[in-house]
């Protein structure tokens, strides 16, 4: 079972950056996928950003600002996010698709 603890959110003005971090804890191979999804209060779950064995694939709405990357060495997938808009406020989830094992999430908020 693969434990996902997220680090990194929190409040943002329009335009700034964040850097979400999540760490697993188990078996997590460097070619297994890992993946960023995110909750908007009334709104589904939607993925953001995916990599597996160094494929990036990105929702519409975030390519061009987000970039998802990872270090295998500590078993650590990450999400810079910039330009970050109003829109991006959510809960946002780690998620590895093998046993589906998912974080806790972390609260990004965009405001002035």
């Known amino acids: 079972q693969v434990q996902l603890v997220e680090s990194g959110g929190g409040l943002v003005q329009p335009g700034g950056s964040l850097r979400l971090s999540c760490v697993a804890s188990?078996?997590?191979?460097?070619?297994?996928?890992m993946a960023w999804y995110r909750q908007a209060p009334g709104k589904q779950r939607e993925l953001v950003a995916r990599m597996s064995s160094g494929t990036r694939t990105y929702a519409d709405s975030v390519k061009g600002r987000f970039t998802i990357s990872r270090d295998n060495a500590k078993n650590m997938v990450v999400l810079q996010m910039n330009s970050l808009k109003s829109e991006d406020t959510a809960v946002y989830y780690c998620h590895v698709p093998l046993g589906d094992s998912w974080g806790q999430g972390t609260q990004v908020t965009v405001s002035s």
């Open positions: 188990g078996r997590v191979y460097s070619w297994d996928a």
